[in-house]
T-cell receptor, first 110, second 120 residues
């Protein structure tokens, strides 16, 4: 069974700082999602990765398949980036859903 | 494009009462998921439907939870009777299965806003 670990659990930073959130998993996967959950809101998929690196605006996601590790970076962070960021992996097998990490609670202070 | 619709947004019930949640996925999405997210944890898959058939319900507490998707479109999740530990956000998600696409390519994977259940 895949175990997904995220770090840190909580992160408070000042506006403009470079943010890194890490995700490690224990078994081989087919794909990894980074998700964003705002308080009281639903979940939005930010990235789906199977290799390499993806960039969207100020967000960058990387994955190292050999090391079973992924990172989500936020450049020039802004208070509106405050949210819970969740890493989720897909191991295949047809019927399996996603395996989720517990999330990283990010607060960006002005 | 309309998103995944869920109702109600909030529900407070007493233990041992019954409750039902409703989900309407994005039009054309064949796969529908129900997740339970307890405060401070990531979502846990309860049940996965492919059209109106159940693909995976291994983590659904079947003594009290039930779900159906009779016409392969919208779905209901029921808890009867509720326990205090059922307090959580219940999330519905749907995805589009593209013929020939890899299974891991959860194309258009979209979550609803969730229903926050409080059992007192």
């Amino acid at each position: 069974k895949n175990e997904v670990e995220q770090s840190p659990q909580n992160l408070t930073a000042q506006e403009g700082e470079f943010i890194t959130i890490n995700c490690s998993y224990s078994v081989g996967i087919s794909a990894l999602h980074w998700l964003q959950q705002h308080p009281g809101g639903g979940i939005v998929s930010l990235f789906m990765l199977s290799s390499g690196k993806k960039k969207h605006g100020r967000l960058i996601a990387t994955i190292n398949i050999q090391e079973k590790h992924s990172s989500l970076h936020i450049t020039a962070s802004h208070p509106r980036d405050s949210a819970v960021y969740i890493c989720a992996t897909y191991s295949g097998g047809g019927a399996d859903g996603l395996t989720f990490g517990k999330g990283t609670h990010l607060i960006i202070q002005p | 494009e309309a998103g995944v619709a869920q109702s109600p947004r909030y529900k407070i019930i007493e233990k041992r009462q019954s409750v039902a949640f409703w989900c309407n996925p994005i039009s054309g999405h064949a796969t529908l998921y129900w997740y339970q997210q307890i405060l401070g944890q990531g979502p846990k898959l309860l049940i996965q439907f492919q059209n109106n058939g159940v693909v995976d319900d291994s983590q659904l507490p079947k003594d009290r939870f039930s779900a159906e998707r009779l016409k392969g479109v919208d779905s209901t999740l029921k808890i009867q009777p509720a326990k205090l530990e059922d307090s959580a956000v219940y999330l519905c998600a749907s995805s589009l299965d593209r013929k020939g696409a890899p299974q891991w390519d959860l194309y258009g994977y979209t979550f609803g806003s969730g229903t926050r259940l409080t059992v007192v």
